[in-house]
């Protein structure tokens, strides 16, 4: 048996023994990264809307140095 097999089978059995809270476990982060992204992606879409909301429509007295951005 080659080393490579060896240790593949090694981490199989490692895996397979604590196979339910690995799974778990990667299901949270999984989701935890999930969860962030859409924040992001909410919190960048709602930036937009903002911004092309103040240039489409310029409230000079309110913000008057948005033209600089």
């Known amino acids: 048996m080659s080393p490579n097999y060896e240790m ?6 490692i ?16 989701f935890i ?3 962030g992204l859409s924040i992001r992606i909410i919190l ?5 809307l903002v911004y092309y909301k103040y240039e489409c429509y310029p409230k000079s007295s309110q913000n008057p140095d948005r033209s600089k951005f």
């Open 8 to 13: 593949y089978n090694n981490c199989k059995i």
């Open 15 to 30: 895996i397979t023994s604590h196979g339910q809270p690995m799974y778990y476990f990667l299901c949270v982060i999984f």
């Open 33 to 35: 990264v999930l969860i």
């Open 44 to 48: 960048w879409s709602a930036h937009l």
